[in-house]
């Protein structure tokens, strides 16, 4: 796991009053999923975003669907889930439609999608990330700064 050259972020730094951000969350791995919705949701109520619209999914693979649908209405998306490897190429597959789905849902809206989507070898690494007591990262804060970051950029753009 490595943090290594990451930015420090603080969403307090943003001002998200104008906009409505989605949360898109799996239901997999209770624990970690509830550390990276409250980490998501702690980042959004100190950026002041305007709306937030939260929905949960059974799992990863159902995420860029909804997302999509979400995206019709929001400024931006945030997408949370867990894969944790397992003995079967599942895990493989799985990763690759969540990343490949939601890569594609930003482009054909032209919304960010915020990437919350922990790819774990253990359910250790999942919770290390989770931004629970005792985390080293906080994943789910960093998807939604991100997501929120974003649209705020492409706003400034003015195109």
Request: with cysteine.
């Amino acid at each position: 796991m490595s943090g290594h050259g990451a930015p420090t972020i603080q969403a307090t730094e943003l001002d998200a009053s104008q906009l409505t951000v989605a949360v898109v969350a799996a239901s997999w791995h209770t624990t970690i999923m509830d550390g990276l919705v409250a980490g998501a949701r702690r980042a959004l109520e100190e950026a002041h975003t305007g709306k937030v619209v939260e929905v949960r999914v059974p799992g990863s693979f159902e995420l860029p669907v909804a997302a999509r649908r979400l995206a019709e209405s929001a400024d931006a998306v945030v997408a949370l889930g867990v894969v944790v490897r397992g003995g079967t190429p599942h895990f493989d597959y799985v990763c690759s439609a969540a990343t490949t789905g939601l890569t594609d849902v930003s482009v054909a809206t032209g919304k960010p999608v915020g990437f919350g989507v922990l790819t774990c070898d253990t359910e250790q690494q999942g919770l290390d990330r989770a931004g629970l007591a005792g985390s080293t990262e906080d994943k789910g804060y960093e998807a939604a700064h991100a997501a929120v970051s974003t649209a705020l950029t492409l706003r400034g753009l003015g195109v």
